[in-house]
């Protein structure tokens, strides 16, 4: 085949289960089979890309719930990091497969851009899409078959690129920084459920995965989500709790109802606000939105949710906002440290109310709603889990924490996975917080 000078092929290939870099010599070959020369796709030109790629490991049906329940890392990657509108969502939670089936975890899947990846990931610069998935006839498959257990994989689409004039060639170096980066989001994702990756057991092998221990080089980074969340709702009751004026409530107000793209403009309209006005509230609160040319958003859906909570409050129950806002403004005033705002901030944020006394520490987290009691319970067990870092690091009396008690209101269906008739109930529970640490 003539190829005229300064003239180019353009060839798009499609594979699966090989290694990245042996994609050109798969090209080659193919071609050579067909009587063309290698020599013709031996240096691809500047402008070759890639258009998608993923790195999975097929993993035991009986231990994947921790990937895609709904405090596990995909749901709260994608809450905490997806933004609160711009470009395109990628979070999606399907549990009813192909033939309308009830499938938990059929299709978990939450895609970051390549600026929020770096949040979980600070030494990556690829967007990625983070992805639980069963085949379509996974039901119809003998447990043995490896088709019945699901895929948990990072997945490359350039369509997630912020910038969309973004690529990835397919030089040797980006495709070592493909590999790498697929395999730490993986890695990270399992490590952050609390599954094994220096074991094959929880591992299914099929026809492509060997499930076997790599000595590639790899770092297992733990997920700072907690961290995440943490700063969000601190930014959110910090800015409550120093007073915000009009024009802010009417900025955050109009972001969280408007479904659209919002511009300065738009709010300033709303509210009968000069633009320049607009313009310095926003600079006031740039800890919770995002800036782009004409358009303003949250920082992110976690963050519209606690903003809509703040603002419901203020319009329903004006006092009991300003006493919770007013309890991180008074321990800034009163000098005390970061550790103790934090833990100030998780008090006001998750108990209805809560207090300490020689004996230990009363924890009441007031009406707690779930789909089931198990769910409920492990809400909680998270919360004070949770609630202990913050108490240990501000170095008070562990034996406090232990010996105290917890109280709630739990809602649920009673049954919501049996031939019952589904029931929602309320129980007043609780117990000693020591059963919910261990």
């Known amino acids: 085949m003539s190829v005229p000078f300064e003239e180019g092929v353009n060839i798009r290939i499609t594979g699966s289960n090989i290694e990245f870099p042996e ?9 050579s089979a067909l009587s063309i020369r290698r020599s013709y796709f031996a240096d691809p030109h500047d402008s070759s890309n890639i258009q998608q790629a993923e790195r999975y490991v097929r993993l035991s049906e009986d231990e994947s719930g921790a990937v895609h329940a709904r405090d596990g890392p995909l749901a709260r990657v994608g809450h905490l990091l997806e933004s609160d509108r711009h470009g395109t969502r990628r979070t999606e939670q ?18 970051v851009d390549e600026v929020r990846i770096q949040e979980v990931w600070p030494n990556h610069a690829l967007p990625k899409q983070l992805k639980h998935y069963f085949a379509r006839e996974h039901k119809s498959m003998p447990s043995d078959h490896p088709l019945s257990h699901p895929k948990v994989g990072a997945i490359y689409y350039p369509t997630l690129w912020r910038d969309s004039d973004q690529k990835l060639g397919v030089t040797p170096s980006d495709l070592q920084q493909l590999s790498e980066e697929l395999d730490e989001a993986v890695l990270g994702i399992l490590h952050d459920a609390g599954i094994s990756v220096t074991t094959t057991v929880p591992f299914v092998e099929d026809a492509y995965f060997d499930a076997e221990l790599s000595d590639r080089k790899r770092q297992v980074v ?6 995440i969340k943490e700063r969000q709702e601190s930014v959110v009751i910090s800015n409550v709790a120093d007073g915000m004026s009009p024009v802010e409530w009417e900025a955050l107000e109009v972001l969280v109802t408007d479904g659209g793209e919002v511009a300065p403009a738009d709010i300033a309209e709303s509210g009968d606000f000069h633009i320049d006005s607009v313009y310095r509230a926003l600079d006031r609160i740039d800890q919770m939105i995002q800036r782009e040319y004409a358009s303003v958003e949250l920082q992110s859906s976690y963050v519209g949710e606690l903003v809509h909570d703040a603002i419901t409050s203020a319009k329903e129950r004006t006092r009991d906002a300003v006493e919770t806002g007013a309890k991180a403004l008074e321990a800034a005033e009163r000098g005390l440290d970061q550790r103790t705002s934090a833990f100030v901030a998780w008090a006001s944020q998750h108990c209805e109310s809560w207090r300490e006394t020689d004996d230990g520490v009363t924890i009441d987290f007031g009406d707690v709603e779930a789909d089931t009691l198990e769910e409920a319970n492990r809400d909680i067990r998270q919360k004070l889990r949770e609630g202990k870092r913050l108490w240990d690091e501000m170095r008070n009396d562990e034996m406090k924490w232990r010996l105290g008690d917890w109280t709630a209101r739990i809602t ?3 049954h919501p996975d049996s031939n019952y008739l589904a029931e929602t109930t309320t129980e007043s529970m609780g117990g000693p917080l020591f059963r919910k640490l261990d």
Do not use: C, F, I, V
């Not at 733990?222 to 961290?227: A, G, N, T």
């Open 94 to 111: 399907t549990d009813m497969d192909g033939n309308s089936e009830q499938s938990p975890g059929y299709r978990h899947q939450t895609g």
């Open 412 to 414: 649920y269906e009673k």
């Open 222 to 227: 733990e997920l700072p989500l907690q961290d």
């Open 23 to 31: 994609y050109l010599n798969l090209l080659q070959n193919a071609a």
